[in-house]
């Protein structure tokens, strides 16, 4: 046993830095090739938004022949076994069968794709080849809820959420969401544990995250409120800021939303197609880092910064 595990990083290019982040917060993550990253921690996978999968590394090399002669000289047994190859890009010119094939032969036992005792991974990549037993995993966590009962136009993407939630929500923590739309960000805060509240200037709003924080077992916490001007004392700030047609609002009336958001918590995450770079530092705080996030047609940046 190696203690070493491969993590795959799942969503397209215009997560990639949310998914690297989010991996970061979790473990030491090493990036190592194309949505690969490796860490000397285990992960609970199904907490995560994007780590989509992984291995306890058993052998890697450069290519599958040598890290085939390294599961040879391991002496690696297993009764009855399956091997997944997976091409990192998928369109990598390579076998997924002959790969696997290589491998079963290195293997002392028996191929059984069916009822395997033991599913092995292999991730192949221009930049080498890991192969391990394949980790173990729930269904993500966030995956429940894409069965909430009321969305909203310009609501982040589920995954993208968790990932986001991931950056800084703690257990136990006191988490607000002052213009929480219909709930995304404190389901996902909530599920992790967070004791939330979640204000929104339209009382619609309001009434479609009490909705979905219910269904999903959580209490009703989100009150009408105009952001510019709520007041309380919490640990962290989480906010996808109001964008596009449903809930546009002027730079100057966004600038004044940040000012008041970054008073409530000495932390926080804000997300926002605008830059306010500028708000988030007058407001006294560190700017920690931006990270792009792009789906679709919109460009977001999540803002992450902390008092000074
Ligand atoms: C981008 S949406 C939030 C999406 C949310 N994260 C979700 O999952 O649905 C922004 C929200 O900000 C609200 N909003 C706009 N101006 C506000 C203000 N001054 N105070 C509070 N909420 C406001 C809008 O009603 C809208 O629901």
Redesign the pocket.
Known sequence: MTGRYIYQLAGDEGSRDLARAEAAAFCDAEQIAYRLVASDQRVRLERTGYLAGGIELLAEGPDVKTACEQVRRLGLAAEEFAIDVVRLPGGLKLSRREAANAFALAIEGRPNLDDPGERFTVYATPEGVWFGRALEMDVPQWKRFVAKLH??S???PDQA?RAVCNLEVRGGERVV?????????LMNAADLGAHVSG????KK?VGATNANLLYFGFPASAEQ????KVGGNYDLVL??????K??A?SPA?ELR?VRNIVKLAPRGVLITTNDVTDAVREAGTRLERTIPLSKFTITRKVYQYRSE
Request: aromatic share 6%; hydrophobic share 35%; glycine share 8%.
């Open positions: 969305d909203c310009s609501a982040l959420a969401d002052p213009c929480c739309g219909s709930g995304t960000l204000f929104d200037l339209n709003m409120a105009d952001a510019t906010t996808n800021l109001p964008y596009g449903m809930s609002v009336d939303l």
